[in-house]
C-alpha cells in the first residue's frame, strides 16, 4: 500500500478547474518530484493534500486514512508536514521561536529537544542565529529554516514547495543536499521545483504536470533521458 494517494483528483478556483483528475501515488521512503511550467497546478496540489484547499471530487489517502476533508492542523498531527513556496517564516519572532512553532502538535518536551538537537544539527546555521529574528535572515537562511520549523513536527512526509526559488547555485545545491540527507534519515519527500534537473537528479519517481494534468510519469533517471524532458525542462 502506497503512503500517500491521490486519486481522480479535481481541484477548482471558482469556475476555473485547476487539476483535472489526476492520480498518483507516494510510497514509504521516497524522492517524488512533480515537474512542470508555472501554472501547471503543482502548489494546487501540495496546497489539496495539506488541507489548504478542498477538492471538487477524488480523495487522499495517507497511510490508509482518507484526509480529504481534513483540516490543515489536523494532517500535521498524522505526520505530514508542508514547505510552503516563499519560505513563510514568521518574521518577528526569533529563529528558535519560529522551529518552536513547528512542534505546536507535539507535547513531550523531552521528544521536541531531542528533534531540536537534530535540526541544529542539520542546520548548524541555524544553532549560530537562534535568537535572531527570522525576518533579518538570508533568503537560503529562511529556506533552511523553513525546512527546519517542518522537521520540528517529526513528519513521516515533508512536502516541499519551490525548496531553491530565488537562490544562488552553491545555496541551491546545498539545500538539495539537505533534501537527500532528509530523505536518507527516513523522511518520505514530495517535492515541487522548477529546476527540473535537479529534482530529477535526487527523485525516485517523478510526475510531469501540464495544466492540471499529469502527461508522463516514470523513473526519475529515465525521464531526466527523454528528449521531450529534456527539451521542455532541462533546456537541452
Given at each position: ?25 507516494v ?41 480529504t ?22 518574521a ?8 518552536k512553532?513547528g ?26 542565529r ?7 535572515l ?16 517529526n ?16 545555496l ?38 501540464e495544466?492540471?494534468?499529469i ?22
Amino acid at each position: 500500500m502506497a503512503m500517500l494517494e491521490i486519486k481522480d483528483l479535481e481541484v477548482y478556483y471558482g469556475m476555473i478547474q485547476a487539476i483535472k483528475g489526476i492520480s498518483f501515488e507516494v510510497n514509504e521512503g521516497e524522492i517524488i518530484s512533480l515537474i512542470g511550467a508555472n501554472g501547471a497546478g503543482k502548489t494546487t496540489i501540495l496546497h489539496t493534500v495539506t488541507g489548504l484547499l478542498s477538492p471538487k471530487k477524488g480523495s487522499i489517502v495517507f497511510e490508509g486514512k482518507d484526509i480529504t476533508k481534513t483540516p490543515a492542523h489536523k494532517i500535521v498531527g498524522l505526520g505530514m508536514a508542508h514547505v510552503p513556496e516563499g519560505r513563510r517564516v514568521f518574521a518577528e519572532m526569533s529563529v528558535y521561536q519560529n522551529l518552536k512553532m513547528g512542534a505546536y502538535t507535539r507535547s513531550d518536551k523531552d521528544e521536541i529537544g531531542q528533534t531540536l538537537e537534530k535540526v541544529y544539527k542539520r542546520f548548524p546555521r541555524l544553532e549560530e542565529r537562534k535568537n535572531q529574528l527570522a525576518g533579518t535572515l538570508s533568503g537560503g537562511e529562511q529556506q533552511m529554516l523553513a525546512m527546519g520549523r517542518a522537521l520540528m513536527s517529526n513528519p513521516r512526509i515533508i512536502l516541499m514547495d519551490e525548496p531553491s526559488m530565488g537562490l544562488s547555485p552553491i545555496l541551491v545545491n546545498e539545500i538539495f543536499d539537505i533534501i537527500q540527507s532528509v530523505s536518507e534519515a527516513g523522511t518520505t519527500v514530495l517535492l515541487v521545483e522548477q529546476n527540473a534537473k535537479k529534482a530529477l537528479a535526487i527523485a525516485d519517481r517523478a510526475y510531469v504536470l501540464e495544466t492540471g494534468k499529469i502527461v508522463m510519469s516514470g523513473d526519475a533517471k529515465e525521464l531526466m533521458n527523454d528528449d521531450s524532458i529534456k527539451k521542455a525542462y532541462l533546456g537541452e
